[in-house]
């Protein structure tokens, strides 16, 4: 009997395997990109199926590594440089690649100022990335913004180096 559940286990294994074999369907169409993103074998046993949660951490990873998922502002600003716009087109064709993706956009400010200007910074913040994305042709419902102000810094510090990294926007892979 014990043979025959380890028959059966194995069998279910290879067909599941075998339904999964192309590599575009196991990483739910990301493709390489010169690096070893794309690529399970290291991490996982061989002809196990890729859920969907590592799916979307895969994506989100060759998101932050192939695209860039962060744009940087100036102090009290929510203008769009031209370092700025070059991720955001990159992101734009990501978007288009993976026509299922949704991105949630997410304001960032550094800790200088009050908790409700740095959340109405952060909101100006995401929705201007919002509104380039838009009109590179991204579908507005694919597109939803928050703030996070002040209160999620990426660098920790009271200096101009701290406060440029907490200045962003980030692009999340959300679905």
């Given at each position: 009997m014990r043979r025959l559940a380890v028959s059966f286990t194995a069998l279910t294994a290879l067909l599941a395997v075998a339904a999964c074999s192309d590599t575009a369907q196991q990483t739910g169409g990301a493709t390489g990109s010169g690096s070893n993103v794309g690529s399970n074998t290291a991490q996982r046993p061989t002809g196990s199926v890729m859920s969907?949660?590592?799916?979307?951490a895969q994506m989100q990873r060759e998101f932050q590594t192939s695209v860039g998922d962060r744009v940087y502002y100036g102090t009290d600003s929510h203008a769009l440089n031209a370092d700025a716009k070059a991720t955001l087109d990159r992101q734009a064709a990501f978007l288009r690649r993976y026509p299922a993706?949704?991105?949630r956009i997410e304001g960032h400010a550094d800790e200088r100022g009050t908790r409700e200007y740095n959340l109405a910074?952060?909101?100006r913040r995401a929705?201007?990335?919002?509104?380039?994305?838009?009109?590179?042709?991204?579908?507005?419902?694919?597109?939803?913004?928050?703030?996070?102000?002040?209160?999620?810094?990426?660098?920790?510090?009271?200096?101009?180096?701290?406060?440029?990294?907490?200045?962003?926007?980030?692009?999340?892979?959300?679905?």
């Open positions: 969907e949660a590592e799916r979307l993706i949704m991105l910074l952060g909101d929705q201007s990335v919002k509104e380039y994305l838009l009109a590179q042709g991204v579908a507005s419902g694919r597109l939803a913004t928050s703030t996070l102000g002040k209160e999620r810094p990426e660098a920790i510090g009271s200096n101009e180096q701290a406060w440029a990294q907490n200045r962003r926007a980030v692009s999340v892979i959300a679905q």
